[in-house]
Antibody
Framework: EVQLLESGGDLIQPGGSLRLSCAAS????????MSWVRQAPGKGLEWVAT????????IYADSVRGRLTISRDNSENTLFLQMNSLRADDTAVYFC????????????????WGRGTLVTVSS | QSVLTQPPSVSAAPGQRVTFSCSGS????????VSWYQQLPGAAPKLLIY???KRPSGIPDRFSGSKSGTSATLGITGLQTGDEADYYC???????????FGGGTKLTVL
């Protein structure tokens, strides 16, 4: 059974840093691209970042580029999101998700999602 | 303002059929496949439809998807009270080089 378990969410002051983790199990983690998607309170879903599987190239939403960094440890089956220079509008539940499909064929999708971890940026 | 446009809400009675629309453009839905996600209250999103019209294992055939041009549609037949949720469409936008989601449609089963 696929499991994705996020952790690391907290209350943090504006300008602060935080590192989120997503522990994965039940599937061959290293070969799958992985993503972070967030949801501000009462709002819709917003893609944050994606990292490739075997070739760990990274892509980011404009709203987080330069402040948030996605990475992975395939030996530990863990996905990370390093969050720096946090702002109030980064307040959200952060979900990790398996990004399945074939990018070159235009058929990508988010196959499985974790339950999320809440990040609150406030003074 | 979402790149993909969804109506904010739809409602229908139990047992009826409902459809959800998702409108995009030539740089996203027009050339990329669409996926749909169900988010029950307080829960994580769940994949319902991928590659426009395919259902993951475990998703009943009451759920269906289609795409035409720059729009996509999710359909649910035999509505149940347990289907009350927010429904999101998503795809890749080749101009933005970014994933885009619709704003979500809240389904109320009357």
């Amino acid at each position: 059974e696929v499991q994705l378990l996020e952790s690391g969410g907290d209350l943090i002051q504006p300008g602060g840093s935080l590192r989120l983790s997503c522990a994965a199990s039940g599937f061959p983690f290293s070969i799958y691209a992985m993503s972070w998607v967030r949801q501000a309170p009462g709002k819709g879903l917003e893609w944050v970042a994606t990292i490739g599987g075997l070739t760990p190239t990274t892509i980011y939403a404009d709203s987080v580029r330069g402040r948030l960094t996605i990475s992975r440890d395939n030996s530990e089956n863990t996905l990370f999101l390093q969050m720096n220079s946090l702002r109030a509008d980064d307040t959200a539940v952060y979900f990790c998700a398996i990004r399945a499909g074939v990018a070159a064929a235009g058929t990508r999708y988010f196959q499985n999602w974790g339950r999320g971890t809440l990040v609150t940026v406030s003074s | 303002q979402s790149v993909l446009t969804q109506p904010p809400s739809v409602s229908a009675a139990p047992g009826q059929r409902v459809t959800f629309s998702c409108s995009g453009s030539s740089s996203n839905i027009g050339i990329q496949s669409v996926s749909w996600y169900q988010q029950l209250p307080g829960a994580a999103p769940k994949l319902l439809i991928y590659e426009n019209n395919k259902r993951p294992s475990g998703i009943p055939d009451r759920f269906s998807g289609s795409k035409s041009g720059t729009s996509a549609t999710l359909g649910i037949t035999g509505l149940q009270t347990g289907d009350e949720a927010d429904y999101y469409c998503a795809t890749w936008d080749t101009s933005l080089s970014a994933w885009v989601f619709g704003g979500g449609t809240k389904l109320t089963v009357l």
